[in-house]
């Protein structure tokens, strides 16, 4: 009867209660309709306050190009994200400049994490970009191809520490990469990095590079959890 | 410097590091404005259309009244809630006539769930509620005191079925039991049955009274999972 097909099913109804079972599903459509717009006028307001913030998100990072190190700090300092930091590649973050996290135009459909850099003795992409399709069944992700310098190729180091490791018959422990997750497309609607850094890192990333009592510069660090 | 504390401790940068940190600071302050006014539009969204749905939710309850059992059935299906009905309380359940989820008006502080029931052998109530509390720090819930004829306290029933099963070393085990969730309070914010009474059950209870291939009127129940 309707187009869900349910109450195609019900044979087995006498006529009034049939009849009312048709009334409920009036409800149910009338409800449902109010559900769509009420999702929505709620997409609207999260595009329009999107919107609102962006310039503040252009003016920060403007700002905070001109302190050093403060995103390789913040980074070191961040619970989840340092644990993925080998020493080599913290090194390598020195030279990130800039952070930007943009959702799709529609929110729900994706994001895309973009990490600049400036000339470094690692790689000569400008920009990797980590990119998230979540809109349809099948979700994806991409990132960046990126042009290693000779010998500085930070995905072959990380996966001959994997190789040792597996030797060692340390399973269970993963080894510790940034670039490695950077290349990971294995479940790209649960990487717990990627949502970290978009809805922890990128909304307030001061509250990392203040915290107190960790002293990144000397490389002495006193962790606190 | 802001009211949060935060670049009190950075003591330690030089004079231009420190004036960008208080940019960022004040970027940061905008945004969390922004932030706090989105919240507020959406609420205002979800508050609008509370109040849309609202009469068909309730033409829906008048209409459900003429069917009979239309709740203990769709509970009966609902793999969540009918595994907590013991058999005596789904013949008590045959007696409820109405539902009703209410949402507090801000929302996020709270709801109540009310079951009424016509009149029955087992309690002289009209109508049992559930009502949560989430708005503070220490959430709360409370129930109806159900006033039981003598000898039908499916409550004590239940109690000694749960006695019985600790006697019995079934731990781990736990007594499938309405009226024991109904006054159960131990951890408000996390009541799963709650939970899926308001947000699946009370959203489209239709699709678990018209479930196919499960008889509930003769006993024979046939599972599908
Ligand atoms: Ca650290
Ligand atoms: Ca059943
Ligand atoms: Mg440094
Ligand atoms: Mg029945």
């Not at 009867?1 to 349910?6: K, L, P, V, Y």
């Not at 961040?78 to 390598?92: G, I, K, N, R, W």
């Not at 973009?114 to 990797?128: A, I």
Request: hydrophobic share 30%.
């Amino acid at each position: 009867i309707d187009e869900s097909g349910d109450l195609e099913e019900s044979r087995d109804f006498d006529a009034e209660t049939q009849k009312a079972l048709e009334e409920i599903d009036g409800c149910q459509n009338e409800i449902d309709a109010l559900n769509e717009k009420a999702s929505e006028e709620i997409l609207k307001v999260e595009q329009k306050y999107n919107k609102l913030r962006k310039p503040f998100f252009e003016k920060r990072n403007e700002i905070i190009k001109k302190i050093p190190n403060f995103w390789v700090t913040a980074f070191a300092n961040h619970p989840q994200v340092s644990a993925l930091l080998d020493e080599e590649e913290e090194e390598c973050l020195h030279y990130m400049t800039q952070l930007e996290v943009e959702e799709f135009e529609d929110i729900k459909s994706g994001y895309r994490i973009k990490f600049h850099f400036s000339k470094n003795p690692y790689f000569s992409n400008d920009v990797l970009t980590k990119e998230f399709h979540l809109g349809t069944s099948d979700p994806k992700s991409e990132s960046t191809k990126i042009s290693w310098s000779a010998d500085m190729n930070l995905v072959k180091s990380a996966r001959s520490r994997q190789e040792k490791m597996k030797q060692g018959r340390k399973r269970g422990l993963d080894v510790k990469s940034f670039f490695l997750w950077f290349e990971d497309h294995e479940d790209p609607s649960q990487d717990d990095i990627a949502e970290v850094i978009k809805d922890d890192m990128w909304p307030n990333p001061l509250q990392y590079f203040l915290v107190p009592d960790i002293e990144v510069e000397n490389g002495v660090e006193e962790e606190e959890e």
